[in-house]
């Protein structure tokens, strides 16, 4: 079973798979370039006896939308926490979990593309999509 930590924020949005490893301790970056921070965040989380949780670290709080301390919640699918660090800015996290495991990663030459499109739709340069979430032709650009 995988998990993933989906975080968004107004200015920008990362996803995190979180290793399929038991009784162990894992760590994160919130880039403060991806979030528009002034700094960027460690987030680290610990996995006992295959749950997993939010560590509690002195720079940042991450409460679940009721309330309750990330470090006293087990992740579950579709859990939203809220991520609040020593900035005004706040982001979102959705917990996201999988049965089955994920596709492999796959290479794309692009060294000779005249233009690059992303999108859902086969034609595209690569082909992406997560949870239904990314369009026909989520974005293109031209190469020089």
Known sequence: MRYTVMAYAA?????FILPEILDADY????????FGLRQSYVVSMENMDGIWRFCPRGYYDIRSYDGKAGT??????????EFRGM???R?????FRSERAYPFYRKYRLDHARQITI???SHN???YDFQGLVS?????????
């Not at 006293?72 to 926490?81: A, I």
Request: hydrophobic share 45%; with cysteine; net charge negative.
């Open 119 to 121: 999108g859902k739709e």
């Open 87 to 89: 900035e005004s800015v």
């Open 125 to 127: 340069s690569i082909v």
């Open 11 to 15: 200015d920008g949005y990362q996803e």
């Open 91 to 95: 982001i979102s996290m959705v917990i």
């Open 136 to 144: 026909r032709q989520a974005c293109g650009a031209v190469c020089l």
């Open 72 to 81: 006293d919640v087990p992740l579950e699918n579709g859990m939203v926490f």
């Open 27 to 34: 760590d994160f970056i919130l880039d403060r370039h991806i």
